[in-house]
């Protein structure tokens, strides 16, 4: 899968797209190293609040358009109660931030002052 952030197109590499079960338990109860990067596809664009509860490791939550654009992205800390994006977005990406990922968080995140963290 490849997403656009800005003029850069960057692939993702290996993710696991996840049903209505996946979409509930999300990264919930994860290893972070062991954890894939998980796709939440939705029928409509929507502003979806998620949480982090039971999440015992920060991760990278990147809302994307219908064409894979990236419409926000977050570092969502540990059991953090309520994350919402700035915009409507078709799906949403979450990456674990492990060693696996830091090469796609880096690509990502062009600088720490235009990334929004999520604090308890």
Same mark, same amino acid.
């Given at each position: 899968?490849?997403?656009?952030?800005?003029?850069?197109?960057?692939?993702?590499?290996?993710?696991?797209?996840?049903?209505?079960?996946?979409? &509930?338990?999300? *990264?919930?109860?994860? +290893?972070?190293? /062991?954890?894939?990067? @998980?796709?939440?596809?939705? =029928?409509?664009? #929507?502003?979806?609040?998620?949480?982090?509860?039971?999440?015992?490791?920060?991760?990278?939550?990147?809302?994307?358009?219908?064409?894979?654009? &990236?419409?926000? *992205?977050?570092?969502? +800390?540990?059991? /953090?109660?309520?994350? @919402?994006?700035?915009?409507? =977005?078709?799906? #949403?990406?979450?990456?674990?931030?492990?060693?696996?990922?830091?090469?796609?968080?880096?690509?990502?995140?062009?600088?720490?002052?235009?990334?929004?963290?999520?604090?308890?």
């Amino acid at each position: 899968m490849r997403v656009r952030k800005g003029r850069k197109l960057i692939e993702i590499g290996e993710i696991k797209e996840v049903g209505f079960f996946g979409k &509930v338990r999300g *990264l919930m109860f994860r +290893r972070r190293e /062991s954890a894939k990067c @998980l796709l939440f596809k939705f =029928a409509k664009p #929507l502003r979806i609040r998620i949480h982090s509860f039971f999440v015992f490791f920060s991760f990278l939550a990147v809302w994307l358009d219908g064409e894979n654009r &990236v419409v926000d *992205l977050k570092i969502v +800390r540990p059991f /953090s109660p309520r994350v @919402l994006p700035k915009a409507s =977005a078709s799906q #949403l990406l979450e990456i674990p931030l492990n060693r696996k990922n830091a090469r796609l968080v880096r690509l990502l995140v062009d600088n720490e002052k235009d990334l929004n963290i999520e604090k308890n």
